[in-house]
């Protein structure tokens, strides 16, 4: 019955144009790194690759690359999904200080893991590939509970991009806003547009809280959502 009716409800969700094949193209991405990556080691430094990608386009759009082009993201959104409890996100997971203790503490054991295989290629190769493993672990359990997506709201990643594009490409909320949460319910980390409407005059949608994937925009009832046309 539960899973009628989940099937139901993603039926009616419009999506941007290549949006999807965009995301399964990346997650091909992640069994050369994981699986691969035990043959040759190296391989890992596709993560760097990977994060060096996101930086240049954080510049420019925000947390884009979360949203069409993460292979973990995508990964959780397409497949994962389907099996997915989808239980709503934690508050909790949406605080500032809990998604820097995870920032602190993931970013701290890599550099720890770093630090101790520095000189070795093969080593360092390692260190990103098994950095995947773990937050793929993570991200899975979590993504099973609640919602598909969830770990993307507290990735160490994700945090960063929200920081370099503060005031970056930012979703825009008008106030034909009727807020009837529709926006929430296709926004694949929960977000709530409508929740930052103001009465007069246009607001905006924080960086750190947006993946840039247009699923509110498109399906917005009232039209009342948009991104910079000239950015």
């Known amino acids: 019955m539960i899973s009628k009716k989940k099937t139901k409800q993603k039926s009616k969700i419009k999506e941007i144009c290549c949006r999807k094949g965009s995301q399964l193209s990346m997650a091909l991405l992640l069994p050369v790194v994981i699986i691969g990556g035990y043959f040759c080691p190296r391989i890992g ?6 994060i060096t990608l996101f930086l240049i386009l954080s510049s420019k759009r925000g ?7 993460c292979p973990m993201g995508a990964f959780h959104e397409r497949l994962l999904a389907k099996i997915s409890w989808n239980r709503p996100v934690p508050r909790l ?14 970013m701290g054991f890599m550099l720890t893991r ?17 950095m995947w493993i773990v937050s793929m672990t993570l991200a899975i359990g979590l993504g099973i509970y609640f919602k598909a997506r969830v770990w993307c709201i507290i990735c160490p990643m ?14 825009t909320v008008d106030n ?3 807020e009837c ?7 694949p980390i929960a977000t709530y547009p409508g929740g930052y409407r103001k009465e007069s005059g246009p607001s905006h949608v924080p960086s750190i809280e947006c993946l840039r994937c247009f699923n509110c925009v498109t399906n917005c009832p009232k039209k009342a959502l948009s991104f910079p046309s000239n950015n």
């Open 45 to 50: 430094f596709t993560v760097v690759a990977l």
């Open 63 to 69: 947390r884009f690359y979360c949203g069409w082009l």
């Open 93 to 106: 997971f949406k605080t500032s200080w809990f998604r820097w203790a995870v920032f602190v503490l993931m």
């Open 114 to 130: 770093l630090w101790v295989a520095w000189g070795d290629a093969k080593a360092v190769g390692g260190v990103f590939r098994m």
């Open 158 to 171: 994700g945090s960063l991009q929200g920081v370099a594009s503060k005031n970056t490409y930012l979703l």
């Open 176 to 178: 034909s806003c009727i």
């Open 181 to 187: 949460k529709k926006c929430q319910r296709v926004c």
